[in-house]
Every structure is written in C-alpha cells, then in structure tokens.
C-alpha cells in the first residue's frame, strides 16, 4: 500500500512534540514493513482507517484504491470525537 499526507496531516504532525512525531515516524515505518503489527492497531474505523502512533496518539487516513492518504494525527481524546462523525455514515 502507498502512502500520503494531506496538508491538515502535516500542519498537525508540525506541532506535536518533538518526542510525539519521532515515535509517528517509527510508526510509519513499522506500518511500512507490516500493515498488521499488532502495535498499530490498523483497522477500519467506518469509512476511514485507523493506526496507533502510541499510547496517546492516532493517525487517520481514508484508503483510495492502494493508497492511504493520511489526513489527521493527535490525541487521542480528539480521535474518538472524530471518528463518531465516521461511524455514522
């Protein structure tokens, strides 16, 4: 599967802590090598889909074709208020 970032992703991503996007970029590289490690926690959210970046912190991306186009990072509070808005459609 390939990979982007929106935007919204990268103004986001620009503002964490340094020791918060370091351990987002281990993340994408595990996700890189195995879609299914079971640290991530990929799956499908409703229309969207959902990784871990660590204890505190989640990505979302919606899936086109081959390609996941990474649109959100932040905590996780802000994650499940999000992803309600997913579910219902």
């Known amino acids: 599967m390939n990979s982007a970032t929106t935007p919204r992703f990268r103004r986001a991503f620009a503002v964490l802590p340094v020791e918060t996007q370091r351990?987002?970029?281990?993340?994408?590289?595990?996700?890189?090598?195995?879609?299914?490690?079971?640290?991530?926690?990929?799956?499908?959210?409703?229309?969207?889909?959902?990784?871990?970046?660590?204890?505190?912190?989640?990505?979302?991306?919606?899936?086109?074709g081959d390609t996941a186009h990474w649109f959100w990072i932040d905590p996780h509070e802000e994650y499940e208020r999000?992803?309600?808005q997913y579910r219902k459609g």
């Open 23 to 64: 351990r987002a970029r281990k993340a994408y590289h595990l996700w890189r090598q195995s879609h299914s490690h079971p640290s991530l926690h990929f799956k499908k959210v409703g229309k969207i889909w959902s990784a871990g970046v660590d204890d505190i912190s989640r990505v979302l991306a919606h899936v086109v």
């Open 82 to 84: 999000l992803i309600s």
